[in-house]
């Protein structure tokens, strides 16, 4: 099927630096996702993406998170300054239309020392 | 506030048998339900879904049966094998979502795990 790639697979950081988490998705989707799961929880929605915009935000996608798709390359997301909170796996994922399948990638692991 | 609750946390069923797989919603508004499979490791992945104009939606060993009155579903997979052993989770979204978009609230996942 239709794959998401992210990068890197797992990203060890410091408390208070910066991380990018790279999201490579299906070629042809417009919708675009991330995702927070801690360890055996569930999975808790950050952020839509759709035409170069944020769409749509939850209460965890905090001011130090943003997102872009730079001409139509990785979709990003950034973390400025990163948090003891935010380790955790980040799931990207695209859809072709808003109320369409996810697919999702494989994660990231992020942790922050 | 959870939107999207899913019973039991973990279930053990031997090979052959049927496994169920419980799932409630509180927002009338979801009217797409869909069933995501994770491995260990992995993304989660499209298993089967429903939308509320249907109460039955069945994909091979796959079945889920849906209760709109109730706001309740369940996804049940019939002669389990070792390979199902995995987290499944329920989602639902509601269309008209911000520019058509789909947001996806998830359960808490139920961790199924299927003995030989």
């Known amino acids: 099927g239709p794959k998401v790639l992210q990068i890197p697979s797992h990203q060890i950081i410091d408390m208070g630096q910066m991380v990018t988490l790279n999201c490579d998705p299906v070629?042809?989707?417009?919708?675009f996702y991330w995702y927070k799961q801690i360890l055996g929880q569930q999975m808790e929605f950050l952020v839509n993406?759709?035409?170069?915009?944020?769409?749509?935000k939850s209460k965890l996608f905090k001011d130090q998170f943003s997102v872009e798709r730079p001409d139509g390359s990785y979709f990003t997301l950034k973390i400025q300054p990163t948090a003891l909170e935010d380790s955790a796996v980040y799931f990207c994922?695209?859809?072709?239309?808003?109320?369409?399948?996810?697919?999702f990638g494989a994660g990231t692991r992020l942790s922050v020392l | 506030q959870q939107q999207v609750r899913q019973s039991p946390q973990s279930l053990t069923v031997w090979e052959g048998e049927t496994a169920i797989l419980n799932c409630s919603y509180e927002?009338?508004?979801?009217?797409?339900f869909p069933w995501y499979q994770q491995f260990p490791g992995e993304g989660p992945a499209l298993l089967i879904a429903i939308r509320s104009v249907s109460d039955k939606k069945e994909d091979g060993r796959f079945t889920i049966f849906f209760n709109k009155r109730e706001k309740k579903l369940s996804l049940h997979i019939t002669d389990s094998q070792p390979g199902d052993s995995a987290t499944y989770f329920c989602a639902a979204s509601a269309k008209g979502g911000q520019g058509g978009s789909a947001k996806l609230i998830f359960g808490e996942g139920t961790k199924l795990t299927v003995s030989s």
């Open positions: 927002n009338s508004a979801f009217d797409y």
């Open positions: 070629s042809n989707h417009l919708y």
């Open positions: 993406f759709y035409n170069g915009k944020v769409m749509e």
């Open positions: 994922a695209s859809s072709f239309l808003g109320g369409d399948t996810l697919y």
